[in-house]
């Protein structure tokens, strides 16, 4: 049985999306990619190239590249070294933006703003929000909390909060009157 045995063929590797992919190896004794064959003769080494491999759990943040080469000895039997890199996305979205807590009375006016996020990998993200509600002690004092959560595309989840306090603390104000008073002097 002929066998060629492939040398510095590179080891798989796991990168986040944000680290380099690192340049194909090069071929040749005694640094590179090389073959050798047990029995006799020359090894034609081949680079095939570069594929993305797709497969069910494929998304833009976690897929795997297959770098291969091919030995071929004098009789025509073949081998291969696969170098495969895989990437993954860990890192959860960061919030950019998140609006501050605030407390205002009940009258003064209020303007929503939506928190912003980035993803490392896919730039921005998508923001939700969802509040809650707890009353207070009159009808026009509340707290509401707003949940901000940004999702990016590999599920990695980050999540950020913004309280605002709605007071009353402005005493009734008199409509202007006149007000005149008769009595008797005992």
């Known amino acids: 049985m002929y066998k060629r045995q492939f040398y510095n063929c590179p080891e798989n590797i796991t990168l986040e999306c944000t680290q380099d992919i690192p340049a194909v190896a090069s071929m040749g004794a005694p640094n590179g990619v090389y073959a050798l064959d047990n029995c006799s003769g020359s090894v034609e080494l081949l ?3 570069e594929f993305v491999v797709e497969n069910e759990n494929s998304t833009i943040c976690n897929y795997q590249i297959e770098r291969i080469w091919q030995a071929t000895d004098i009789c025509g039997n073949r081998s291969y070294c696969t170098h495969t890199i895989t990437v993954i996305d860990t890192t959860s979205p960061v ?4 609006p501050a807590d605030i407390t205002y009375n009940c009258e003064d006016n209020f303007t929503f703003q939506n928190a912003i996020a980035t ?5 921005s993200t998508l923001v939700t929000s969802v509040s809650t509600t707890v009353e207070g002690d009159c009808p026009y004092a509340y707290v509401t909390t707003i949940n901000f959560t940004s999702v990016d595309s590999c599920g990695n989840v980050a ?5 605002i306090t709605v007071v009353d603390i402005t005493a009734p104000v008199f409509e202007p009157y006149d007000m005149y008073v008769s009595m008797e002097c005992n």
């Open 47 to 49: 680079y095939l190239g």
């Open 95 to 98: 919030f950019t933006f998140v």
């Open 119 to 123: 993803d490392n990998c896919l730039g």
């Open 159 to 163: 999540s950020a909060q913004q309280v």
